[in-house]
């Protein structure tokens, strides 16, 4: 029997999710969005099965609701759907980046609510930039509670099985703790380290140079700043913790470099990198999403789909192009990104042999 899935929220998530899900023949995705400009996108990018006008209509008919909206819409939504008259079975998830607040929230509900999280993402947001592979083998965290039983938790765990992401259940303390170090912390430290460029005025230049190292560094700055605000708030102490003990770990640096003996500088870079290269490698998710290589090219017009049209007649797919400008005379540096390290070793292969330009990998 066709089960009926409503979705709250249709941008990156919300929408990626109702793409992967209508792989399953036998799910009805609908979906929702207070953007009716974003739903209606939704529906005609194909997103969606149908885009109900009445929310509480689409919910009183829903098997399994879920909300993909900014963590604080998501508190307030759960509030609003004690008023809506939804199945008695229905199971009621998110998708939100904090857990400890929303399943706080979710005691107050008179239907079963499990947490969820899926650890893959981008730095973009809204429905264009939904896709229906981004959960594959990326983390999907839940986060049951004492009031959820077996049955629900495996029929929420086999309907999610489609999006090929690797299911895995945490208490929502430990998942807070844990995304304040690898995903929350981070974002602040990004958006920090664009700040201290903004503040550097003795050689505004600066920003002209800033090359594949500041870039990659701090790509998530570029994060939506109003979803970054809602995960700051909901996770404030575990994120402070974060950083004081970022601070001592400062301090410390700080020493160390005022004494300037080169030893323990090497041991300091060398621990990082020793504890950077053992991370596991995952296809997508909170870690390795894209695969970058780096071309030399000239300054020419046509180039760029000179390139692409050569990785096109080899079926190679590309994620993301850009083009590093970091170089004022005629050469730039063209980086392209993949979603395997295979589709990067084939694409390097057909540019090498089809092309002058030197390609490497960073
Ligand atoms: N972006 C990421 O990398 C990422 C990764 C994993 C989880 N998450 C979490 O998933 C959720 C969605 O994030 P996103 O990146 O898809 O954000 P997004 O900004 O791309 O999309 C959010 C959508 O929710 C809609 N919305 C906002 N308030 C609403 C409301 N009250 N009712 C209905 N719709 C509403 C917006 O119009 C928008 O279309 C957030 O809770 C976020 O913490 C994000
Ligand atoms: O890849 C990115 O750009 C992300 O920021 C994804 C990211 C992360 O921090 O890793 C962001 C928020 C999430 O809740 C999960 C994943």
Not at 218 to 239: K, L, V
Not at 288 to 315: K, M, R
Request: hydrophobic share 40%; proline share 4%.
């Amino acid at each position: 029997m066709t089960k009926h899935i409503l979705i709250i929220g249709l941008g990156l998530i919300g929408g990626s999710l109702a793409k992967a899900l209508q792989r399953n023949e036998d799910i009805h995705v609908a979906g929702y969005d207070s953007s009716a400009l974003t739903a209606r996108k939704a529906f005609k990018m194909g997103i969606i099965h149908s885009s109900p006008p009445s929310l509480e209509q689409a919910a009183a008919e829903a098997d399994v609701i879920v909300f993909a909206t900014p963590v604080g819409a998501t508190i307030k939504l759960m509030e609003q759907s004690k008023y809506w008259n939804l199945k008695d079975d229905v199971i009621l998830t998110d998708t939100g980046s904090t857990k400890l607040q929303i399943m706080e929230a979710s005691k107050k509900l008179n239907h079963l609510f499990i947490g969820g999280h899926p650890m893959a993402g981008s730095h973009k947001s809204g429905v264009e930039a939904a896709k229906e592979v981004l959960f594959e083998n990326a983390f999907y965290i839940l986060t049951p509670d004492e009031k959820t039983d077996e049955k629900s938790l495996q029929f929420l765990k086999d309907l999610l099985s489609v999006t090929k992401a690797k299911i895995k259940v945490l208490a929502a303390e430990e998942h807070d703790h844990m995304t304040a170090v690898v995903s929350h912390f981070p974002h602040l430290i990004a958006a920090s380290l664009v700040h201290q460029l903004d503040q550097e005025e003795k050689f505004p230049f600066a920003r002209q140079l800033a090359a594949g190292g500041f870039r990659d560094t701090t790509r998530i700055a570029s994060a939506n700043p109003e979803m970054w605000r809602d995960i700051t708030t909901q996770n404030n102490s575990m994120i402070v913790h974060q950083l004081d003990n970022w601070m001592k770990q400062m301090e410390q640096l700080k020493e160390m470099l005022q004494q300037n003996d080169p030893e323990p500088i090497e041991q300091f870079f060398n621990h990082a990198k020793v504890v950077r290269d053992e991370l596991p490698i995952a296809g997508h998710g909170a870690m390795f999403s894209v695969f970058d290589l780096y071309i030399d090219i000239p300054d020419v017009p046509g180039i760029i789909s000179e390139l692409t049209g050569y990785l096109a007649e080899e079926n190679i797919s590309i994620v993301n192009i850009r083009i590093l400008e970091t170089r004022e005379d005629v050469f730039g540096i063209l980086v392209i990104s993949f979603q395997t390290n295979e589709d990067r070793a084939r694409a390097q292969k057909c540019i090498s042999s089809r092309t002058v330009y030197d390609t490497y990998i960073s």
